[in-house]
């Protein structure tokens, strides 16, 4: 690619992107609301948000496997809607419960399988299948059929499966849920080595508060499809530092009754007077 546009330098770039679904009684459900997003390469990027936000609706139309109602997605500067091969080419997806991995097939035929969609094959394939399932500590297993396996090494097939054509971009939806400690540190460990060792951008989705802070460098948080902040980590970490207070007077206080106190808000609730500062007080 070439040009100075800043978008040539994004991972991925999503410009008011909206997903619309129809009820069989023709309602509307908006799983994605006008979502306007932008992500630069070589890091992870986190989506925080409670089940039913848009998180893996926003993934799958990434990868393109939904079609957004309107809006654009580029990834990498490609266009997803007219450019879905290149796209394509440069991105690994883990979708949440392991679902890009058939249970039947061994480690090694699900690796071999992956990488046969994307049009890798021979030596380079067997190569890379080989080197991920000995980094992932699955190369002894690796002709056990997957159905056997531990949650945790079913996650670690499908990592596998992600990064066999070696993607500069990785879609990662709730890649510790359901996980033991030691899956989940094995994870987490992995996700940050494909990032500082390798350069990769990770996409990671999660409603785990501590997975987000362990890996992310910026996170965007969404609600009922719509994104509500986006921001570094840092920033987020030091707006949830700072300290409330608030101050319960049994009874309800007429206003002549109540005191000015700077930074302090008073408010009627129920048979009380609660006095709330905005963050200021006391620091």
Same mark, same amino acid.
């Given at each position: 690619?070439?040009?100075?546009?800043?978008?040539?330098?994004?991972?991925?770039?999503?410009?008011?992107?909206?997903?619309?679904?129809?009820?069989?009684?023709?309602?509307?459900?908006?799983?994605?609301?006008?979502?306007?997003?932008?992500?630069?390469?070589?890091?992870?990027?986190?989506?925080?948000?409670?089940?039913?936000?848009?998180?893996?609706?926003?993934?799958?139309?990434?990868?393109?496997?939904?079609?957004?109602?309107?809006? %654009?997605?580029?990834?990498?500067?490609?266009?997803?809607?007219? &450019? /879905?091969?290149?796209? =394509?080419? !440069?991105?690994?997806?883990?979708?949440?419960?392991?679902?890009?991995?058939?249970?039947?097939?061994?480690?090694?035929?699900?690796?071999?399988?992956?990488?046969?969609?994307?049009?890798?094959?021979?030596?380079?394939?067997?190569?890379?299948?080989?080197?991920?399932?000995?980094?992932?500590?699955?190369?002894?297993?690796?002709?056990?059929?997957?159905?056997?396996?531990?949650?945790?090494?079913?996650?670690?097939?499908?990592?596998?499966?992600?990064?066999?054509?070696?993607?500069?971009?990785?879609?990662?939806?709730?890649?510790?849920?359901?996980?033991?400690?030691?899956?989940?540190?094995?994870?987490?460990?992995?996700?940050?080595?494909?990032?500082?060792?390798?350069?990769?951008?990770?996409?990671?989705? %999660?409603?785990?508060?501590?997975?987000?802070?362990?890996?992310? &460098? /910026?996170?965007?948080? =969404?609600? !009922?499809?719509?994104?509500?902040?986006?921001?570094?980590?840092?920033?987020?970490?030091?707006?949830?530092?700072?300290?409330?207070?608030?101050?319960?007077?049994?009874?309800?206080?007429?206003?002549?009754?109540?005191?000015?106190?700077?930074?302090?808000?008073?408010?009627?609730?129920?048979?009380?007077?609660?006095?709330?500062?905005?963050?200021?007080?006391?620091?």
């Amino acid at each position: 690619m070439t040009g100075n546009s800043r978008t040539e330098h994004l991972a991925i770039k999503l410009e008011d992107v909206s997903k619309i679904y129809h009820q069989k009684d023709k309602k509307e459900v908006r799983a994605v609301h006008h979502l306007n997003l932008a992500v630069e390469p070589g890091q992870v990027f986190g989506f925080l948000g409670a089940n039913g936000a848009g998180k893996t609706t926003t993934i799958k139309m990434i990868c393109g496997l939904i079609i957004p109602t309107s809006g %654009t997605i580029t990834v990498g500067g490609y266009d997803i809607a007219r &450019q /879905r091969s290149e796209v =394509m080419s !440069q991105i690994g997806v883990v979708l949440e419960g392991t679902r890009n991995i058939h249970w039947r097939l061994s480690a090694w035929q699900n690796v071999m399988y992956a990488g046969r969609l994307k049009n890798c094959h021979g030596k380079t394939l067997r190569q890379n299948a080989e080197r991920l399932l000995r980094e992932l500590d699955l190369w002894e297993r690796r002709n056990d059929e997957t159905r056997f396996f531990s949650r945790g090494m079913q996650q670690k097939v499908a990592i596998a499966c992600a990064l066999i054509t070696d993607p500069s971009i990785i879609l990662l939806d709730e890649p510790t849920l359901g996980l033991d400690i030691q899956a989940t540190r094995t994870v987490k460990a992995w996700i940050l080595k494909l990032v500082k060792e390798q350069g990769k951008t990770v996409i990671l989705t %999660t409603h785990q508060l501590d997975v987000a802070q362990d890996l992310c &460098q /910026r996170i965007a948080i =969404m609600r !009922q499809g719509q994104l509500l902040t986006n921001r570094p980590l840092s920033e987020l970490l030091q707006i949830f530092r700072q300290e409330y207070y608030q101050i319960r007077v049994r009874g309800r206080l007429e206003a002549w009754q109540i005191p000015s106190l700077d930074g302090f808000t008073a408010t009627i609730e129920d048979e009380e007077t609660v006095f709330s500062d905005n963050g200021s007080s006391f620091m």
